[in-house]
């Protein structure tokens, strides 16, 4: 059922990156979602769009957190997603 694409974009040694990825994984739902990381470092354009927002994290290609995950609402957004679906 991982239906969704949970895009996080980061950097390499970004503590806060880490912090998010910690959350995504603690949320308990990675049956619902596959992830994907994209490293900024490696496009210029996305150094520029994102250098100062890291961690961004996109659901479905939707802007669903910045700096921050919380656990809980990042596994409610999944999990409302998912209803949807069915």
Do not use: W
Not at 1 to 7: E, G, S
Not at 54 to 78: C, Q
Request: charged share 35%; proline share 2%; hydrophobic share 35%.
């Amino acid at each position: 059922m991982r239906n969704n694409i949970v895009t996080i974009y980061s950097r390499p040694g970004c503590h806060l990156c880490e912090e998010a990825k910690a959350s995504i994984r603690a949320a308990g739902c990675d049956d619902l979602f596959r992830l994907e990381e994209i490293n900024i470092d490696d496009d210029r354009e996305l150094q520029e769009r994102y250098k100062y927002e890291i961690p961004v994290v996109l659901i479905n290609g939707n802007k669903a957190f910045k700096h921050k995950v919380d656990s809980a609402e990042f596994r409610e957004k999944l999990r409302r997603l998912a209803r949807a679906e069915n």
